[in-house]
């Protein structure tokens, strides 16, 4: 349940005169400005229960204030501050005519204005830097709010808050060079400097923001270093598509799991009918469960220094993990030149189907069949997929049940939300009531 | 006068020019009635019974037309307008108003009159028309047409016609000769304009009073005297259609050149509940194509009052010009604004609106619609502790999302064209 309320602002420890400069000057997320600065905070509820569909509590706020209200009205208050790189909504973009759905949109001037990726490719784990860019860097009008957890049974925003030694503050700021509309980084702990990669209770801090948001439509995702993330500070990425990514309609087979789920409540399934090979994560008691049960397999790839991708869709019930072999067939020469010729970075939005084109030419001419040839050669073959999933569960205490008929498994895949809200899907993802 | 039975037909006469056999003069016969009856039942069917007696109660002078029965017919006359004119009722309905224009009447007026009719909007102007006696008078002729709910068609033109007094003498004594230079141009080389009266009782102008000096222009009186007049045979014959169900407004709700928005994007547009509207700027005059029920709330309008019209039904007196310039160069600079003026609400009470215009892009890029976001700042602050800005931003971002949406390609597509 949402409760907003005002409350007064306590002066911390080191605020000065609100008229003199603070910190460095420059008003940045570094130790010199963000202890003693004031940023909205959305403190969401820690409430060990998996969130719940929306009610028809007439006096609660509505459960859409966090994404409609909140984030895309302060992504549009940062557009008009001219702070974006582009307009990302003057640029075209459709669905790819075919089976799939892919979504193509065209960019032209996306690549040449990015920040250029700044380390080497080859390993997934590369020590902070605090030389090369990182987002203590980044000016604070390009942080929308403060998410942290609140402690309580409701979720609370206050719309100035000061930060306090006990709660490291994690930001949402805008992602300058937006794929979409409503496109932003989650970066928790900030000021601790972590670099690019997972860890249980950052991935907890994921999740809790799709569940805050409660849209299908609005995803997070991470990208590992050589998987095509781009700077070496932790960070999640999130935006808001109308139509469901490709890999969310794929079809799914679970993994009958003798050991190391049965508490948890997590299911765990392979994809299937899709060019990139992946682990479909869901359920779970609490979101925690569930958290634990991804950050887990995530964290023995990064350890074993292999690239992936994770989408966290349907509103944090549905955790796509996605280990790739991409950069590496790029530096073998083993990637047809006709597919790196479209320069397109196969990074968790293009991996979950939607990619962004930067030549018309490309754009015009997009296929399916392209899209797919392209994420194919993103994927691990299905020996090494199968290799690294073993791995996976052994690193992780799972043991695979033994079963005689494959097919009683199997799982027509469907784009649908375990909400009571289903009934909106077939106008797109809307607002939910 | 006689009063001429039109038919529709262009000829029922064989080549060699001998009467017609009996049965195409039946049916010519049947030809002649079957518009009559349409004519008869032009405003029955649509308003019901009732209507010709509420509209028999009506004081004003003033015409209702059919544009949908060939030759644009009169289909009802007042009691007042028949006396102003000296005609009888039988003489006038079924004509085509172009009987009372005369050889004295302004072409230019007649042509502005025929461009109203032919666009479908209201006009209001100063004519010359002719009573059935000859004699020339000044009316403030105020047009309106009379749409169908249900798809926007026009189905009938109000024309109401205040008579405008002789006044003080404007200075157009060097005039007169223009006029008559005029008048027999007019007679000699417009057929359309179709004189049923004998030529030679207008060239006498003297006789026949009219005098080119007389005022020609409506006070705001006159002017007043109209709106109220069409207000008023407009609510009537509103009210009266809602009995058959076959409801009329006076504004155009779904014309051929609003495209209806998607029911997908409406839906998405629905669970805004804050007051917004869309217009489209593709259209002239930058109509409203959606408004939220919050807005309608806000304005006291009904949805149909609204869809089609540009935004400035909500000015008035105090309503700042410069802030309207302001609004309009933020348009054409394809910038978003936030400005603060005043609005009047359907009532003519009036709130100090925040008000914040930006334009919103479809899927294919290009502007597609301008989100206008009101906010009473008398209202009293959310409870959320959300400021209203911070409101009227996310109304902003919603509306964006659902228009540059790819599911069911909601909204026009603008690609195409």
Not at chain 1, 404 to 429: I, L, R, V, W
């Amino acid at each position: 349940m949402l409760t907003i309320k005002r409350v007064p602002t306590v002066l911390s420890n080191y605020q000065e005169d609100a008229s003199e400069s603070r910190g460095c000057g420059r008003n940045c997320l570094g130790k010199c400005c963000l202890p003693v600065s004031k940023l909205p905070l959305y403190a969401f509820k820690s409430d060990s229960k998996r969130p719940i569909s929306p009610s028809g509590a007439t006096d609660d706020p509505p459960a859409d204030f966090f994404l409609n209200s909140l984030l895309l009205g302060q992504w549009e208050d940062r557009l008009n501050r001219g702070l974006f790189r582009y307009d990302v909504t003057a640029c075209e973009t459709k669905v790819i005519p075919g089976e799939q759905g892919f979504i193509a949109q065209l960019n032209e001037g996306r690549h040449l204005k990015k920040r250029p990726t700044e380390f080497r490719v080859d390993r997934v784990l590369q020590p902070f830097d605090p030389a090369k860019f990182n987002f203590t860097k980044v000016g604070q009008e390009e942080v929308l709010f403060r998410f942290e957890d609140g402690g309580g049974h409701t979720s609370l925003f206050f719309d100035s808050a000061s930060v306090d030694e006990a709660n490291p503050p994690s930001v949402v700021a805008i992602n300058v060079s937006p794929i979409e509309y409503g496109h932003v980084l989650l970066i928790p702990r900030v000021l601790d400097c972590l670099p690019q990669r997972i860890d249980a209770e950052s991935f907890l801090l994921a999740l809790h923001m799709a569940a805050e948001a409660g849209n299908p439509c609005f995803r997070l995702g991470y990208n590992s270093l050589g998987a095509f993330a781009t700077i070496n500070h932790l960070h999640f990425q999130a935006y808001y598509l109308s139509v469901p990514f490709p890999v969310e309609k794929a079809p799914t087979r679970e993994i009958p799991i003798a050991k190391g789920l049965a508490d948890s409540g997590v299911k765990i399934s392979l994809l299937m009918n899709y060019p990139v090979r992946g682990l479909v994560y869901e359920g779970g008691n609490t979101l925690k469960d569930l958290a634990d049960v991804v950050a887990n397999s995530c964290i023995w790839l990064q350890e074993n220094n292999i690239p992936f991708n994770v989408l966290i869709s349907d509103s944090g019930r549905r955790i796509f993990l996605f280990p790739q072999c991409y950069a590496e067939k790029q530096a073998l020469g083993e990637v047809p030149q006709e597919l790196l010729d479209t320069q397109v970075n196969p990074a968790v939005w293009e991996i979950s189907g939607h990619m962004v084109l930067k030549r018309r030419k490309d754009y015009e001419e997009a296929t399916e069949d392209y899209a797919w040839r392209l994420l194919a050669e993103v994927s691990l073959s299905e020996e090494r997929f199968q290799e690294v999933k073993a791995y996976i569960f052994e690193a992780t205490g799972l043991v695979e049940a033994e079963v005689e008929d494959t097919d009683a498994n199997e799982n027509k895949g469907t784009y649908q939300p375990t909400t009571a809200s289903t009934t909106h899907f077939p106008e797109g993802c809307l607002v939910l009531q | 006068m006689v009063a001429l039975r039109l038919c529709p037909i262009a000829t029922i006469h064989d080549h060699t020019g001998t009467s017609p056999p009996p049965a195409a003069v039946a049916m010519a016969e049947g030809m002649g009635t079957c518009r009559d009856r349409l004519i008869d039942q032009s405003l029955t069917a649509r308003y019901s019974g009732w209507i010709l007696e509420a509209l028999d109660e009506l004081p004003d002078n003033f015409l209702i037309s059919d544009p949908v029965i060939s030759g644009h017919p009169i289909v009802f006359a007042s009691r007042g307008f028949l006396a102003m004119s000296g005609y009888a009722r039988e003489e006038v309905v079924g004509r085509n108003g172009r009987i009372f224009q005369g050889p004295a009447t302004d072409r230019r007026s007649v042509m502005e009159i025929r461009e109203a009719i032919r666009e479908e909007r209201t006009l209001q102007i100063s004519l010359l028309n002719y009573r059935k006696d000859g004699t020339p008078h000044w009316i403030l002729f105020h047009l309106c047409p009379v749409f169908a709910m249900e798809d926007g068609r026009v189905i009938h033109f109000v024309a109401v016609q205040v008579p405008i007094p002789r006044q003080s003498r404007c200075s157009r004594s060097g005039e007169r000769e223009m006029v008559f230079g005029t008048c027999r141009n007019e007679v000699r080389l417009d057929e359309d304009c179709g004189c049923n009266l004998a030529v030679d009782s207008f060239l006498d102008m003297d006789n026949k009073g009219l005098d080119a000096e007389e005022s020609c222009k409506a006070s705001d009186r006159e002017k007043e005297k109209a709106l109220n007049a069409a207000t008023s045979i407009l609510s009537t014959m509103t009210h009266y259609s809602k009995l058959t169900g076959r409801v009329v407004c006076t504004k155009r709700c779904s014309s051929a050149g609003i495209v209806p928005l998607s029911s997908s994007l409406n839906i998405s547009l629905g669970r805004i509940k804050q007051s917004f509207v869309l217009t489209d700027p593709h259209l002239p005059d930058m109509p409203i194509v959606y408004a939220s029920d919050e807005f309608l709330s806000l304005t006291g309008y009904s949805r149909h009052e609204v869809l089609g019209c540009n935004c400035r039904f909500l000015h008035g007196p105090g309503t700042d010009a410069g802030v309207l310039q302001q609004i309009k160069d933020c348009i054409r600079a394809e910038q978003a604004c936030s400005v603060r003026l005043l609005n009047y609400r359907k009532d003519g009470s009036s709130f100090g609106n925040l008000l914040h215009i930006s334009p919103v892009r479809d899927a294919s890029g290009k502007i597609a619609f301008y989100v206008e976001v009101q906010i009473d700042e008398n209202s009293k602050s959310d409870e959320h502790g959300l400021s209203p800005k911070m409101r009227q931003l996310g109304v902003v971002g919603q509306v964006k999302v659902a228009v540059r949406s790819l599911s069911s390609r909601a909204g026009p597509s603008r690609t195409s064209s």
